[in-house]
């Protein structure tokens, strides 16, 4: 068998890695042990699994593999923030980042390479779009940071929660999003709660349905305005889910557990967003959903018209919010000298590749 045609096991959630050992003619427990190695001891050698028989190990060898992506770049900023780009099999690169706080660690994870909805105000939008990751490709970027970061001195993991946040719209590759997910939940891999895994997602309201019937974790979304002739502006895709259609989901997203809350991001632009009178709206917009605001201060790119709302603009907003009662943070910028706000990073080794070749192309053609 060429290594094309073996199974990467990277690709299994418990439920598919049961059936491929079942497959084989093995007992279905040898998935719990194999989930083990690789995700929670971070083993990639079947010579290592010392549970597994000699011929099974032999069996594996020949017909599977576990194929991590190649670490191309990793840095680290002044403020710890580490920044990881992965090499995909198919020369794609994608980002993952890593932002230590002092009561959690939390991993940024990509879910597509670009993205679709192309958000005025975001890099990766403006890269257009290539391809959705493999659930190898997204729970790889898990393995890669946990086995670069290593333990903290009790043995524990160093990071605590995940963030579906990276480059992409993850309910657009929900396919490959959901056994992600069920790996980062289930106990014999990274064991994380419901509550330490978040989706950001830019309102793709009826995969809002699935995700809570089959895996109700954290929920983001990013709103960014308090008005449709706004948002349209903003997120394209609220013209095909406008504002209230997408509250009335986060309504129910949040009816079965009552503890449960809605994060809305709201990326700061100056004069864009910014106002006192939008802030009022957004209170009044919010209403009866169980919600939690954070203010992104905008990061400014190469090829983008906006400007980051000023600190002043930024507090006033904010006073306003929790003045009517809204949980309200501002969330730092992080790792600013190494690019690690979303898409970033990628965006500029991607830029020296296709994007450019494709605008090329275009202008030849105009
Ligand atoms: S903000 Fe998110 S959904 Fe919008 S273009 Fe960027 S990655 Fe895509």
């Known amino acids: 068998m060429s290594a094309a045609e073996k199974t990467n096991l990277l690709n299994l959630d418990r439920a ?4 491929f050992f079942v497959g084989i003619g093995e007992k279905p427990f040898r998935a719990t042990q194999v989930i083990q190695w690789i995700h929670q001891y971070g083993v990639d050698d079947f010579d290592a699994m010392t549970n597994l028989g000699k011929e099974l190990r032999a069996r ?25 780009l992965l090499r995909l099999n198919d020369g794609n690169a994608i980002e993952t ?5 002092e009561d959690r660690g939390t991993l940024c994870v990509s879910s597509q390479v670009g993205c679709t909805l192309n958000c005025s105000f975001c890099s990766t939008g403006h890269q257009g779009f290539n391809r959705s990751l493999t659930v190898a490709e ?9 086995r670069a970061l290593g333990r903290d001195p ?39 709660s419901r509550r330490r895994v978040t989706l950001s997602t830019a309102g793709v309201v009826p995969m809002l349905d699935h995700l809570r019937e089959e895996c109700p974790v954290s929920l983001a ?39 449960s809350r809605v994060t809305f991001e709201y990326v700061m632009l100056e004069g864009v967003n910014d106002s ?22 905008f990061n400014p790119f190469p090829q983008t018209q906006y400007r980051r709302s000023s600190k002043q603009v930024i ?26 706000a979303c898409g970033q990073l990628a965006g500029r080794v991607q830029d020296r590749t296709r994007r450019r070749e494709r605008l090329a192309l275009r202008a030849g053609r105009a």
């Open 221 to 259: 979304v990013s709103l960014h305005a308090p008005s449709d002739a706004l948002r349209d502006q903003l997120v394209p895709l609220n013209k095909k889910y406008p504002i209230q259609e997408l509250l009335e989901a986060c309504r129910r997203y949040c009816a079965d557990s009552p503890r």
């Open 154 to 192: 009790k043995g524990d993991r160093i990071i605590t929660n995940v963030v579906l946040m990276g480059m992409g719209e993850p309910l657009l590759n929900f396919d490959n999003v959901l056994p992600a997910m069920r790996l980062m939940l289930d106990d014999y891999a990274y064991g994380l």
């Open 97 to 101: 980042v890593f932002i230590p706080e």
């Open 276 to 297: 006192i009178e939008h802030a009022h709206e957004l209170v009044k917009i919010l209403g009866d959903v169980p919600s939690k605001v954070n203010l992104i201060p």
């Open 16 to 19: 598919a890695m049961q059936e």
């Open 60 to 84: 594996l060898r020949e017909t599977a593999e576990i194929r991590v992506p190649e670490i191309i770049q990793d840095q680290t900023a002044v403020d710890g923030t580490r920044k990881w």
């Open 138 to 146: 997204i729970i790889s970027q898990l393995l890669v940071a946990n």
């Open 315 to 340: 507090d006033r907003f904010r006073d306003v919010l929790i003045a009517a009662g809204l949980t309200t943070i501002t969330r730092k910028t992080r790792g600013d000298d190494i690019d690690a």
